[in-house]
């Protein structure tokens, strides 16, 4: 695997965990949660 | 553009080690830390509820442990970066993932608060001393070629970034599924994992005749607060932790007097995450290219935009997401550059040390801009006064900044005194 491919699968990979974890935050019952959680602490 | 000078006082030094351990090797383990350290204590703030309710405290009871935590993380910082530059990180790193350990788990079995402070706070914010930014720094600036060094500073900087952003859905769920004990239990298992990966970081013994301390650790102090361009770096990192603290604590609650729905405030949060990882990777990346000083004048002029804007303009779920894009972009993306500039200036032997004297004034402005925030909002009604105040430290942060000279500095005979 050429040095270009190979930083392109390691872009793509990068790219698709960041998606998850966002979408993690985006999640109904994650945004409630986090939302109590941080509204009770003020 | 001016061009970048790379040479440095360890490779311009005729008797300096080589390179000893390979970067993919570094950036693979010191990311790994980082993301640990950096991720674990970022989702804290979960724990405030489930515990105080749990045990029946106050919420002052857990603040005053999280700002103990911070300052002792400040604290122990020079300390700690001293003990990586003589004995080297890996020894520090272990202690320090013993101390993460064992403070997760007495801050899980603490029943009063002065137990709590001691474990969620001292031992804790001495734990991240020792397996955070500095410590493996320095690492990166003995191992890995100045003409890399920013850039390598940046992929580590945004690990850690990472870590924060991922950290806090991951807590939450184990919060939920396991409860708030179980949770740090298993954080505390997570946080032993930093020993076998300091491994990694272990950097041999090199021979005394080319290797023994060119520099006494009372000169390399005295050289670098002597030194203007330190102290103008130090005093703009002083801003940085004050805004990042005084955004990240009070925005919510801002937000929430503005009268936004609470999944706005989760969602900016998410934001500033997400673009945090990007603004760190890509500051270390472009101080490889420009120079350092001129980067941090920038981030700083643009967080004062950005926040004069954000104030000024409608609030509005669009603006806010808007804001919590760009300011995550300037979020950690100090970070490279500044630790870069100090291991350019004064070389790699004190690098940890060094880092750890800038990064309390960090922690400084840190406790500064969550206390200030909550007094300020006390005494006036609003956060008006902060965020102006915010918009000015960020307009010194940058006149501070242009001065700044990244060249190494010249010295002229071996100090060992």
Redesign the interface.
């Known amino acids: 695997m050429n040095h270009r491919a190979r930083s392109a699968l390691v872009t793509l990979a990068v790219a698709l965990v960041?998606a998850a974890?966002?979408l993690?935050?985006?999640s109904p019952h994650?945004?409630?949660?986090?939302?109590?959680?941080?509204?009770?602490?003020? | 553009m001016a061009c970048i000078d790379f040479q440095d006082n360890d490779r311009m030094n005729p008797a300096s080690p080589p390179l000893r351990l390979s970067m993919s090797q570094v950036l693979l383990c010191g990311a790994a830390i980082v993301t640990l350290s950096m991720g674990i204590r970022h989702g804290f703030g979960l724990f405030l509820q489930p515990i105080t309710m749990d045990r029946g405290w106050s919420r002052e009871t857990f603040a005053i442990a999280m700002a103990v935590q911070n300052l002792a993380w400040g604290l122990a910082g020079p300390v700690a970066g001293m003990w990586a530059d003589r004995f080297g990180a890996f020894r520090v790193l272990v202690i320090g993932a013993l101390l993460y350990a064992l403070g997760l788990v007495t801050m899980a079995m603490a029943t009063s608060g002065a137990a709590f402070t001691g474990s969620a706070g001292l031992l804790l914010g001495m734990a991240q001393s020792g397996t955070t930014y500095a410590v493996v720094y320095g690492v990166i600036a003995r191992n890995v070629d100045p003409k890399k060094r920013s850039w390598a500073m940046g992929i580590t900087a945004a690990a850690g970034s990472f870590g924060q952003f991922l950290m806090v859905p991951v807590e939450s769920h184990l919060i939920s599924g396991l409860g708030w004990q179980n949770a740090l239990f298993i954080l505390g298992c997570a946080a032993l994992a930093i020993a076998p990966l300091a491994l990694g970081l272990r950097e041999p013994k090199a021979a005394p005749n080319t290797t023994g301390p060119s520099q006494s650790v009372s000169s390399a102090l005295r050289e670098a607060f002597a030194y203007p361009s330190f102290r103008w770096l130090t005093a703009g990192y002083f801003v940085c932790g004050f805004q990042v603290v005084f955004i990240g604590v009070h925005m919510p609650s801002y937000l929430r007097d503005k009268g936004l729905a609470p999944e706005v405030a989760t969602t900016a949060l998410a934001l500033i995450g997400l673009f945090n990882v990007f603004g760190t990777y890509v500051a270390g990346s472009l101080g490889q290219r420009l120079p350092k000083p001129y980067i941090l004048t920038a981030i700083y002029t643009l967080r004062a935009v950005a926040i004069t804007i954000f104030v000024l303009a409608p609030l509005t779920p669009f603006s806010v997401y808007l804001f919590a894009s760009v300011i995550g972009v300037l979020w950690l993306s100090t970070v490279p550059p500044t630790n870069a500039i100090v291991a350019q200036i004064f070389g790699a032997q004190y690098m940890s040390m060094l880092g750890g004297f800038v990064f309390l004034s960090h922690q400084i402005g840190s406790f500064l801009g969550v206390w200030l925030g909550g007094r300020l909002f006390d005494t006036t009604g609003s956060y008006t006064v902060v965020w102006w105040l915010s918009v000015a430290l960020s307009v010194l942060a940058a006149l501070a900044n242009l001065p700044v000279r990244e060249t190494a500095i010249v010295r002229s005979a071996p100090q060992t005194t």
């Open positions: 960041l974890v966002f993690a935050y985006l994650l945004v409630v949660d986090l939302a109590n959680r941080v509204w009770s602490c003020f």
